[in-house]
């Protein structure tokens, strides 16, 4: 579980992005502005964009190696 106020760091690595009504966005972080994240999702053999307001995200997690958890 990471921070929402530290996503920035993150553009380019793979996340899960939980909302408040229960979906869960998995893919790649894109972009994160002043309101809104952009979530990459892979869907069969495409990429779909998913812009995830802010004030909608309950939880985001980082998924990172076992060595860079320390």
């Known amino acids: 579980k990471t921070a ?3 996503m920035t760091q993150y553009i380019g690595a793979k996340v899960k992005v ?3 009504d229960g ?3 998995q893919g790649t972080l894109v972009s994160v502005n002043k309101k809104t994240a952009q979530v990459e ?3 069969h053999s495409g990429k779909f964009a998913v812009y995830v307001p802010f004030d909608q ?3 985001f997690e ?3 190696l076992l060595a860079e958890q320390k």
Do not use: A, E, L
């Open 41 to 43: 999702q892979r869907i």
């Open 62 to 64: 980082v998924f990172r």
């Open 23 to 25: 979906k869960i966005r």
């Open 18 to 20: 939980t909302t408040t």
């Open 57 to 59: 995200i309950t939880k």
């Open 4 to 6: 929402i106020n530290k």
